[in-house]
């Protein structure tokens, strides 16, 4: 089955520093969602590309969508202790409908203030 | 105005018991979406309804877990004789349709531990 993986699983930085995560799946994609979730909370949808190449950008978040829409990013510039949490990339599965994401298993992010 | 609810927060539960959890989406969703999270994992596809019906039941584990939504709006999830490896959190979430553009609000999840 699809299966979509997130490097690296771990990242702790130094509040100011840049922080990025890799997302790539097993198969082509019709679109990627990203969403955050905070410790002991649930995830939020942070935002989704659909184009090949799209790249959208949320204050310090920037986002990309490879060219082959099977790979994206998540970079997060001068992080903030308020960024801390896990972030998940989730896909649609190969030629299914939008409702059955499949997600990775995310990045957790720790910023050192 | 109001997320998604779910309750209870927490469920402890002993083996071989049966538990029901519930949701109340976010009013005007029409699809409504239940996903378990393992500790270190991302959100696994369980079940999906549209409306009253379930679209894709592909997600269950196997026939212990079943779902309803009787009148389109709560759904319940529920589980028979439950094992140790059903523990784990439990996610609702509801979207306004099932389509592009159409992002998930989760819960806070349900933790559902089986002693």
């Known amino acids: 089955g699809q299966q979509v993986m997130q490097i690296p699983q771990y990242q702790h930085v130094q509040e100011g520093e840049d922080f990025t995560t890799y997302c790539n799946s097993s198969?082509?994609?019709?679109?990627i969602q990203w969403y955050k979730q905070r410790p002991g909370g649930h995830p939020v949808f942070l935002i989704q590309?659909?184009?090949?190449?799209e790249v959208k950008k949320q204050k310090r978040l920037t986002f990309q969508f490879g060219e082959a829409k099977k790979n994206s990013s998540l970079h997060i510039t001068a992080t903030q202790t308020t960024d801390v949490g896990t972030y998940f990339c989730?896909?649609?599965?190969?030629?299914?409908?939008?409702?059955?994401?499949?997600f990775g298993k995310g990045t957790l992010l720790t910023v050192n203030p | 105005g109001a997320g998604v609810s779910q309750t209870p927060s927490n469920k402890v539960t002993e083996k071989g018991k049966y538990v029901e959890l519930r949701c109340d989406p976010i009013?005007?969703?029409?699809?409504l979406y239940w996903y378990r999270q393992s500790l270190g994992q991302g959100p696994e596809f369980l079940i999906y309804?549209?409306?009253?019906?379930?679209?894709?039941d592909s997600g269950l584990p196997n026939d212990r877990f079943f779902a309803v939504r009787p009148e389109g709006s709560v759904s319940t999830l529920k589980i028979q004789r439950t094992e140790r490896g059903d523990s784990a959190v439990y996610l609702c979430?509801?979207?306004?349709?099932?389509?592009?553009?159409?992002?998930?609000?989760f819960g806070n999840g349900t933790r559902l531990t089986v002693t």
């Open positions: 979430a509801s979207s306004l349709t099932n389509g592009y553009n159409s992002p998930l609000h």
């Open positions: 198969t082509t994609l019709s679109n």
């Open positions: 590309l659909v184009k090949s190449g």
């Open positions: 989730a896909g649609p599965e190969s030629g299914g409908s939008n409702y059955k994401l499949t």
């Open positions: 009013s005007g969703h029409t699809a």
């Open positions: 309804f549209q409306g009253t019906g379930a679209a894709d």
